[in-house]
């Protein structure tokens, strides 16, 4: 079965980074496009960034433009987010997210994902 596995979530000060990991088995990693997303306490949740199949197309939530960063190694299954610049508002749990795509867009409806992690908590402290 598909399964997507998120690791590299923690406590962090404000400022401070981290580099998040998601590990996908059971499926064709390279055919699928991969999100980040994340939920807040009481908010909905929320597309933070995604990639293409491929790696060539990368997209962004205006809220983590410059701080954040997606990549992929399709050798390995994975794909990754590192966090800098990290801010109390950043905290949230995130997860990572599969959808089959073989275009060069990305879509942030989490609707369109087929598959999700569990889940890795990140906190920020001010």
């Known amino acids: 079965q598909v399964q997507l596995v998120e690791s590299g979530g923690g406590l962090v000060q404000a400022g401070g980074s981290l580099r998040l990991s998601c590990a996908a088995s059971?499926?064709?990693?390279?055919?699928?496009?991969m999100g980040w997303f994340r939920q807040a306490p009481g908010k909905e949740r929320e597309f933070v960034t995604g990639?293409?199949?491929?790696?060539?197309?990368?997209y962004y939530a205006d809220s983590v433009k410059g701080r954040f960063t997606i990549s992929r190694d399709n050798a390995k299954n994975t794909v990754y987010l590192q966090m800098n610049s990290l801010k109390p508002e950043d905290t949230a749990v995130y997860y990572c997210?599969?959808?089959?795509?073989?275009?060069?867009?990305?879509?942030?409806?989490?609707?369109?994902?087929?598959?999700w992690g569990q889940g890795t908590q990140v906190t920020v402290s001010s």
């Open positions: 997210a599969a959808d089959w795509s073989l275009s060069a867009t990305v879509s942030s409806r989490p609707g369109a994902y087929e598959y």
């Open positions: 059971g499926l064709t990693f390279s055919a699928y496009a």
């Open positions: 990639i293409s199949w491929s790696g060539g197309r990368t």
